[in-house]
């Protein structure tokens, strides 16, 4: 039985400890965005500062490692398929949201010099410098992947995690945030698609032995605070070893969420993340520039500011979503079939889908 074959056996095609996983992943991300803006709003820190700090070593890496999970079931498939589903798709949406979010993020720019406007949008195709990176870097991750298909595991194992300590140690440092990324994230992402059926076994095992699952995230917890502490997070293999601790410790708690059916809403974030980072920059801009500067902190807490607008950058995308479903503006998260390799075939897909 091929690789594929066994992660298709041991995985259904959603995996509830997996939506847990993006959604604190997502939730992560999005507060780190929403803590660093409306703290240079206000001129101050507030008690999310330290959460921020805290998952610094981690929240990428999990992410990457997340994303590369199910890879084993096409990897080794049809090239056009490959392509629509793992390149085109993530192309389409960094296209229309890059075109939604520019005017947005650089409006100043926009009205002042509409010629410069222009070009910093062209390149963003070449240099992403907004939130919407990862989904640049993940259409890249997915190609280089594929090409490395066939050399032993171990081989480009060893060469991800030369090139993130070559990055750590400062000697890969281009300028160019494409090249720089790939160096550092890489190593995780292509463990999620190397290591993925251990990575499935690991989280059905935690999820059966809950005591020694929260002794090991309360040791993780504490070591993981005081390494970043002394910014151990930032060395050579450090790095790397608390990235890859950290994940672990994310499939933990998911893994147990999901036993005690607890937190369903991070479920649901997880199940729509791409909702959420697609869409999370327009309600943070609105706070970020059209609120806080003009009413300050509530109650004169800069933690509450940060939480307030966290709640709003998470929720009002979903809600967004929910309302435009069966819509016209679906196309705005669903990709329709003239923006497909396989159009046809993906229309037929969903007809016989709907039919069950």
């Not at 005690?260 to 729509?272: K, Q, S």
């Amino acid at each position: 039985m091929s690789s594929t074959d066994q992660l298709s056996a041991l995985v259904p095609s959603r995996v509830d400890w997996v939506d847990y996983a993006k959604g604190i992943c997502i939730i992560l991300v999005v507060m780190m965005h929403t803590v660093n803006s409306v703290e240079h709003v206000v001129g101050a820190e507030g008690w999310m500062h330290p959460v921020v700090d805290f998952a610094r070593p981690f929240r990428i890496p999990d992410f990457f490692l997340v994303a590369g999970l199910f890879l084993n079931r096409s990897i080794h498939g049809s090239l056009v398929d490959y392509l629509d589903r793992k390149v085109v798709h993530f192309i389409y949406f960094y296209v229309l949201w890059l075109t939604l979010q520019f005017p947005v993020v650089e409006f100043d720019v926009m009205v002042s010099e509409p010629g410069y406007f222009l070009k910093l949008w062209a390149f963003s195709f070449i240099e992403p410098t907004n939130s919407l990176w990862f989904v640049h870097m993940l259409a890249i991750f997915y190609v280089v992947t594929r090409l490395l298909r066939k050399v032993p595991i171990w081989i480009v194992l060893i060469g991800a995690f030369v090139l993130q300590s070559l990055y750590q140690l400062v000697v890969i440092d281009t300028g160019w945030g494409v090249i720089d990324r790939f160096a550092n994230r890489y190593v995780y992402f292509f463990m999620g698609y190397a290591f993925a059926p251990q990575i499935f076994r690991f989280a059905e095992r935690a999820a059966k032995a809950p005591v020694i699952g929260g002794i090991g995230l309360l040791i993780w917890a504490g070591l993981n605070a005081w390494t970043v502490s002394f910014g151990l997070h930032e060395e050579v293999l450090f790095s790397f070893i608390l990235g890859l601790a950290g994940a672990t410790a994310v499939c933990i708690v998911s893994a147990l969420l999901t036993r005690f059916r607890a937190a369903d809403f991070l479920r649901y974030c997880g199940r729509y993340s791409i909702v959420i980072y697609l869409t999370y920059a327009f309600p943070l801009v609105g706070m970020e520039r059209l609120v806080w500067p003009n009413t300050g902190a509530p109650l004169g807490d800069v933690g509450l500011a940060c939480a307030v607008t966290l709640a709003l950058a998470v929720g009002l995308p979903l809600a967004f979503h929910a309302l435009i479903r069966g819509t016209p503006l679906k196309l705005l998260y669903e990709r329709p079939d003239w923006a497909s390799l396989t159009g046809s075939q993906r229309g037929q897909r969903r007809a016989a889908l709907s039919a069950k």
